[in-house]
T-cell receptor, first 111, second 116 residues
Framework: EDQVTQSPEALRLQEGESSSLNCSYT??????LFWYRQDPGKGPEFLFT?????EEKEKERLKATLTKKESFLHITAPKPEDSATYLC????????????WGAGTKLIIKP | EAGVAQSPRYKIIEKRQSVAFWCNPI?????LYWYQQILGQGPKLLIQ????????DSQLPKDRFSAERLKGVDSTLKIQPAKLEDSAVYLC??????????????FGNGTRLTVT
């Protein structure tokens, strides 16, 4: 069964303390892996799409990487405004191209 | 570019009542999605439209939920009658391309439904 698992469920960091969020997946026929950011009371906001193992994308303090089994969202020297829930979703041929979503990691950055 | 518009932002109803949500996607986006998001979970697809045709409604509880997209633009999602377990945020999203293509979704801010 196609599945996406995110860990940890929640992560508390001090401002400036770098860390990584994990998204592991078991799907057949990966077409793309998406990272979204969701603020309280808002809809998810698109961050990155990764298509193949070895690919990396960067945006400000965020860097997303992809292997054949998982993706990491690395956050370098985070600021309080980076606090949000980060969602991972996978699109695969076996799931009729519908996105399979993880439950998200809630990131809290303390000043 | 204007984002995905949804209304209302909040709705409180009693069980067995009916409710409707409205969505206006980004101009030019052919594909429109309705998702249900329960607190602490990822979004769950309810229905996907390509222009004004249904592409996937396999997870839509059709005995109580209905959706339409007239003229391939705006869409409405209706629940009748509502149950307690329908309490969730209902998100509308749109994308430039549709089935089989890899294209990011653009989400509205959702409607938070509370059923008492």
């Amino acid at each position: 069964e196609d599945q996406v698992t995110q860990s940890p469920e929640a992560l508390r960091l001090q401002e400036g303390e770098s860390s990584s969020l994990n998204c592991s997946y078991t799907v057949s026929g990966l077409r793309g892996l998406f990272w979204y950011r969701q603020d309280p009371g808002k809809g998810p906001e698109f961050l990155f799409t990764l298509y193949s193992a070895g690919e990396e994308k960067e945006k400000e303090r965020l860097k997303a990487t992809l292997t054949k089994k998982e993706s990491f969202l690395h956050i370098t020297a985070p600021k309080p405004e980076d606090s949000a829930t980060y969602l991972c979703a996978v699109q695969a041929t076996a799931s009729n191209y519908q996105l399979i979503w993880g439950a998200g990691t809630k990131l809290i950055i303390k000043p | 570019e204007a984002g995905v518009a949804q209304s209302p932002r909040y709705k409180i109803i009693e069980k067995r009542q009916s409710v409707a949500f409205w969505c206006n996607p980004i101009s030019g986006h052919a594909t429109l999605y309705w998702y249900q998001q329960i607190l602490g979970q990822g979004p769950k697809l309810l229905i996907q439209f390509q222009n004004n045709g249904v592409v996937d409604d396999s997870q839509l509880p059709k005995d109580r939920f209905s959706a339409e997209r007239l003229k391939g633009v705006d869409s409405t999602l209706k629940i009748q009658p509502a149950k307690l377990e329908d309490s969730a945020v209902y998100l509308c999203a749109s994308s430039l391309v549709g089935q089989g293509a890899t294209s990011p979704l653009h989400f509205g801010n959702g409607t938070r439904l509370t059923v008492t």
